[in-house]
C-alpha cells in the first residue's frame, strides 16, 4: 500500500477553517506544551550564542557547542523514532524536556560559580542533545494521528506558526534578560519553560497506535532505511539540510554581526529575532491557506530563491535596521515552503510509520542547522562577509533539490 494510499481521505464537506482545527480533542492541550517548549528553544537559542560569546569572548566555542547541543542527538534519531512508535510519545517528550531543562540549569549553574570549562561545557551540550529527537519528532509526529487529513494544511500552518510566535515571546526575552539580568538568567528562565512544558504534556493524550516490529535496533534500521529508499523524503532532507546550513550559519554570524560590526547590544539580536517571529508567524497564518496539493515542489523552489535574494542584504548591511529588514523578509518569504514542505512528507508517508520516519527525516532535515553553526565560527574567523556570503549560496543550492530529487508523484 502506497503511503498516499494510507493517508486520510480530503472531507471536503467538512468545516477546514482554524476553529474547526481546535475544536479537535486533544489539540489545543498540544499545542499549548508544544508552545512552551518552543518558547523554550527559541530563548535557548539566541540566549545560549550570547552567553558563550560574553562568557567566553570566542564566534568559535559558540559554533562548536551550538553544533554539539545539536548533532549527536540526530545520530540516535532512527532509535528515538523506534521508541516513539513502541512506547508512545507522551511520556518521552516529556522526558527530553525534564532533561533539557536539567541540563542548561546546569549550565547556568556552573557558570554563576565560574566552575564551567569549555570541555564541561561541551560535554554537557552534547549528552544533552541525545534525547532531542523525542520532542522533535514526537510533537511534530502527533499532528497527523491527532488531526484529520482535511485540516492537514491548517494544522501546519499553525505547528510552524508557534514556531515563529515562539521566537517572537522567546528570542526578545532571551536577549533583554542577558542585558538586564546576566546570560546565567536567560538560561534558567529557558530551563523554566522546558519544565513547564513537560508538567503540560502529562495532560496530553496519544492518539496513536503502538506498533512494534521487533527488536528496537531493527525497528531503528527498518525506519531508515524506508526514509533513504523513499526519494520524497531522500529529496526533502536534502532541500532542508542546505537551507539549514544557511540558517544555522546566520544564528551565529548575525549576532557577531549585531555586537561587533554595527555595535549593538544583547537586547537588539533578541529584538531582531522577535522581528522574525512577527513576520514570520502573520505569513504562516495566511499561507496556511493556500492549496498546496500538487504545487509542492514548485512553491519550495520559489521560496528557497526569495529566501536567498532576502539574505544577501545582511553581507552590505550598514545598519540594524537593514539586518533587520533583510531577516523580516527571509521569515516572510519562507513560510510557503514550511507549508509545503510539512504537508508534502505527511502525504506520502506511511502513518504507521510516522514516530520513525519523522524522527530520521527530522534529523536529516535539521542537521544543516548544526553543520552550519558549525562552520560559521572559522569562517567569520576568516571574513564575517564572507560567512553571511557563504550562507547565502549554500541556501540557493538548496533551491535545486526539490525539482531535481523529488518525484512529482507519490512512489507505489
Same mark, same amino acid.
Given at each position: ?10 472531507e471536503?464537506?467538512? /468545516?477546514?477553517g482554524?476553529r &474547526?482545527? $481546535? ?32 562568557? #567566553?569572548?570566542? @564566534? ?11 548533532? @549527536? ?13 513502541? #512506547? ?11 532533561v ?7 549550565? %547556568?549553574?556552573?557558570?554563576?560559580v ?5 570541555? !564541561?561545557?561541551l ?7 541525545? =534525547?532531542?529527537?523525542?520532542? %522533535? ?13 482535511y485540516?492537514? +494544511?491548517?494544522?501546519? %500552518? ?6 515563529? $510566535?515562539?521566537s517572537?515571546?522567546?528570542a ?11 546570560a ?13 512544558? &513537560? ?5 496530553? =493524550? ?6 512494534? +516490529? ?10 531508515l =532505511?524506508?526514509?533513504v529508499?523513499?526519494r =520524497? ?16 550559519? !546566520? ?16 537586547a537588539?539580536?533578541? #529584538? ?6 512577527? &513576520? ?15 504545487? +509542492?515542489?514548485? !512553491? ?33 518569504? +519562507? ?12 502525504r506520502?508517508?506511511? /502513518? ?26 572559522p569562517l *567569520? ?12 549560496a ?9 525539482m531535481?530529487? *523529488? @518525484? ?5
Amino acid at each position: 500500500m502506497s503511503p498516499s494510499a494510507a493517508s486520510p481521505q480530503l472531507e471536503t464537506d467538512q /468545516p477546514s477553517g482554524y476553529r &474547526a482545527l $481546535l475544536g479537535v480533542r486533544g489539540f489545543s492541550r498540544l499545542v499549548v506544551s508544544l508552545l512552551l517548549g518552543r518558547v523554550a528553544g527559541q530563548m535557548l537559542t539566541v540566549g545560549f550564542v550570547l552567553f558563550v560569546l560574553s562568557r #567566553y569572548h570566542s @564566534p568559535q566555542l559558540a559554533g562548536t557547542a551550538t553544533f554539539l547541543l545539536l548533532f @549527536p542527538g540526530l545520530l540516535v534519531s532512527p532509535i528515538a523514532g523506534a521508541l516513539l512508535d513502541r #512506547y508512545g510519545r507522551t511520556r518521552l517528550i516529556t522526558l527530553d524536556y525534564l532533561v533539557s531543562a536539567i541540563s542548561i540549569l546546569l549550565i %547556568a549553574a556552573l557558570s554563576a560559580v565560574h566552575s564551567l570549562a569549555p570541555p !564541561l561545557l561541551l560535554g554537557i551540550c552534547g549528552v544533552s542533545s541525545l =534525547t532531542l529527537p523525542l520532542s %522533535a519528532a514526537g510533537v511534530r509526529s502527533m499532528f497527523p494521528t491527532v488531526v484529520p487529513g482535511y485540516l492537514w +494544511e491548517r494544522a501546519n %500552518a499553525l505547528d510552524n506558526s508557534s514556531h515563529v $510566535l515562539a521566537s517572537v515571546i522567546g528570542a526578545p526575552l532571551a536577549g533583554l534578560l542577558v542585558g538586564l539580568a546576566g546570560a546565567e538568567w536567560a538560561l534558567a528562565a529557558a530551563a523554566s519553560l522546558f519544565a513547564c512544558a &513537560a508538567i503540560a504534556m502529562l495532560s496530553v =493524550t496519544d492518539p496513536s497506535v503502538r506498533r512494534r +516490529e521487533g527488536g528496537i535496533f531493527g525497528e531503528a534500521w527498518s525506519g531508515l =532505511t524506508y526514509v533513504v529508499r523513499n526519494r =520524497t523524503l531522500t529529496g526533502l532532507a536534502l532541500t532542508f539540510f542546505a537551507t539549514g546550513i544557511g540558517w544555522g550559519c !546566520l544564528a551565529i554570524a548575525v549576532p557577531v554581526l549585531v555586537l561587533g560590526r554595527l555595535h549593538g547590544g544583547p537586547a537588539t539580536v533578541g #529584538y531582531l529575532w522577535g522581528a522574525v517571529g512577527v &513576520a514570520g508567524f502573520i505569513a504562516t497564518l495566511l499561507a496556511g491557506r493556500l492549496e498546496t496539493r500538487g504545487r +509542492e515542489r514548485q !512553491l519550495m523552489v520559489i521560496s528557497i530563491v526569495a529566501m536567498a535574494v532576502a539574505m544577501s542584504l545582511l553581507p552590505v548591511a550598514g545598519s540594524v535596521l537593514v539586518v533587520a529588514a533583510a531577516l523580516v523578509a527571509v521569515a516572510i518569504v +519562507e513560510t510557503p515552503f514550511d507549508i509545503a514542505f510539512l504537508t508534502l512528507r505527511q502525504r506520502r508517508t506511511d /502513518p504507521s510509520r510516522f514516530g520513525r520516519v519523522f524522527a530520521v527525516s527530522m534529523s536529516l532535515n535539521v542537521a544543516g542547522t548544526p553543520v552550519g553553526a558549525a562552520l560559521a565560527g572559522p569562517l *567569520i574567523a576568516w571574513s564575517l562577509t564572507g560567512a553571511l556570503w557563504a550562507a547565502v549560496a549554500v541556501t540557493l543550492v538548496g533551491a535545486l533539490v526539490p525539482m531535481l530529487v *523529488i @518525484p512529482a508523484e507519490a512512489e507505489s
